[in-house]
């Protein structure tokens, strides 16, 4: 069965870099599009972009500037870097899997059980 | 963006009752709709992609409707495993959006 696993710090100081990485186990990420979902503390689900596996990304334009997610397939993980972090980025972050019906119904199919970075100095 | 707007935030039910839940969304997505399920510590899972399809796994008692822009999320007889929060998620465009999600309760 497939998992994911997110890891990185739980805490990243004011106008750092938060970076986390996703580790699948139980199978391979190809063919799938890795994907960052956030939770601040209180509020609903905001997607933060994907990766697919031929490299290709989509990021949301609310964070576009800066966002960067990479995959390594060699080690069958894939993770976010977000720059230039404020409180408001403080959230659970999530990894997940977006995977087609038939390349048309998309849908976050499996996820991580997510893991709460705070921003604060 | 497409905007979802989801009702309630919240509601108090007890096992056996039948539960609604509502999504609307900004602009028509004909039925590119999901639903997750969300417990707290734990990964959210997805009930029904689609709109209306079960996913495989899922229990019957969850069912989904609407096309367009107004969608239902339906739990014929509310279970005690059920108590969690509820999301829908347009898949229609990028950036994929949610809603804010309804907390269901005792």
């Known amino acids: 069965q497939v998992q994911l696993q997110e890891s990185g710090p739980g805490l990243v100081k004011p106008s750092e870099t938060l970076s986390l990485t996703c580790s699948v186990s139980?199978?391979?990420?190809?063919?799938?599009?890795c994907t960052w979902i956030r939770q601040p503390p209180g509020k609903g689900l905001e997607w933060i972009g994907y990766?697919?596996?031929?490299?290709?990304?989509n990021y949301n334009p609310s964070l576009k500037s800066r966002v960067t997610i990479s995959l390594d397939t060699t080690k069958n993980q894939f993770s976010l870097k977000l720059k230039s972090v404020t409180a408001a980025d403080t959230a659970v972050y999530y990894c997940?899997?977006?995977?087609?019906?038939?390349?048309?119904?998309?849908?976050?199919?499996?996820w991580g059980r997510g893991t709460l970075v705070t921003v604060s100095s | 963006d497409i905007q979802m707007t989801q009702s309630p935030s919240s509601l108090s039910a007890s096992v056996g009752d039948r539960v609604t839940i509502t999504c609307r969304t900004s602009?028509?997505?004909?039925?590119?709709l999901n639903w997750y399920q969300h417990k707290p510590g734990k990964a959210p899972q997805v009930l029904i992609y689609?709109?209306?399809t079960l996913k495989s796994g899922v229990p019957s008692r969850f069912s989904g409707s609407g096309s367009g822009t107004d969608f239902t999320l339906t739990i014929s007889s509310l279970q005690p495993e059920d108590f969690a929060t509820y999301y829908c998620?347009?898949?229609?465009?990028?950036?994929?959006?949610f809603g804010q999600g309804t907390k269901v309760e005792i």
């Open positions: 997940a899997t977006e995977v087609g019906v038939a390349k048309r119904y998309w849908s976050f199919d499996l």
């Open positions: 139980g199978g391979s990420i190809s063919s799938h599009y």
């Open positions: 990766i697919y596996y031929s490299g290709n990304t």
């Open positions: 602009q028509t997505i004909s039925n590119y």
């Open positions: 689609a709109a209306s």
């Open positions: 998620q347009q898949s229609y465009s990028t950036p994929r959006t």
